[in-house]
């Protein structure tokens, strides 16, 4: 680690609004423990490549590094202030999960950011992180589709919950945890039809 400040510090006096030079220092504050000085730079370096378009994937790379370090420590070490780190890890896996909704690491950011809002029993941020997927499912792949009915049905909101298992369906009619769930609220609706349908496919 002393050897990677040297030749981080020397970078630094080259280009010291590199979005390198400010990640190395927020891994090497990482390293040491020291979660606020690694957030802070992560930040910087966040910034930095955003004003080069090259950058992009790096920018995204760092992004999900950051939500997903305010989140762990809002939970481990940052409790007082765990409101305000859950709510920038909640904005910025929000805002990952919109830039690239059918992507491979879509149904992660889902995940994050519904176990952020389902400890926070935040019915507000539910609504509104489902509404573009209840508007239009077709973008996002089963798996995130399968969470979000999950998220939809903690908090009550069924209708949400059948659209997003419809929606995974029509991405992957053989997902049979997304039959199997909708079924049985086809069943609770008293929708004789489709649940029939949905029934028969299970037991083949």
Request: charged share 25%; hydrophobic share 50%; no cysteine.
């Given at each position: 680690i002393?050897?990677?400040?040297?030749?981080?510090?020397?970078?630094?006096?080259l280009f010291p609004s590199s979005p390198f030079v400010h990640n190395i220092y927020a891994q090497l504050a990482s390293k040491r423990g020291d979660k606020p000085t690694m957030l802070a730079?992560?930040?910087l370096a966040i910034d930095a490549a955003?004003?080069?378009?090259?950058?992009?994937?790096t920018q995204?790379?760092?992004?999900?590094?950051?939500?997903?370090?305010?989140?762990?420590?809002?939970?481990?070490g940052g409790s007082a202030q765990k409101a305000e780190?859950?709510?920038?890890?909640?904005a910025l896996f929000?805002?990952?999960?919109?830039?690239?909704?059918?992507?491979?690491e879509a149904a992660y950011a889902f995940s994050a950011a519904s176990e952020i809002i389902s400890v926070a029993q935040d019915t507000s941020a539910a609504v509104e992180l489902m509404a573009p997927?209840?508007?239009d499912a077709t973008p996002y792949n089963d798996l995130t589709?399968?969470?979000?009915a999950d998220l939809s049905r903690i908090f009550s909101r069924n209708d949400d919950a059948m659209k997003m298992y419809e929606g995974a369906l029509a991405k992957n009619p053989n997902t049979r945890d997304a039959s199997y769930f909708l079924s049985f609220m086809y069943y609770e609706a008293k929708q004789a039809a489709p649940m029939m349908t949905l029934t028969e496919r299970l037991l083949v």
């Open positions: 002393d050897s990677a400040q040297v030749h981080a510090d020397r970078a630094a006096m730079k992560l930040r955003k004003l080069d378009t090259s950058m992009a994937e995204r790379q760092m992004e999900f590094q950051l939500a997903t370090t305010l989140q762990e420590w809002a939970n481990l780190l859950n709510k920038e890890a909640l929000t805002e990952l999960l919109r830039a690239d909704p059918s992507g491979s997927m209840v508007a589709l399968l969470l979000a």
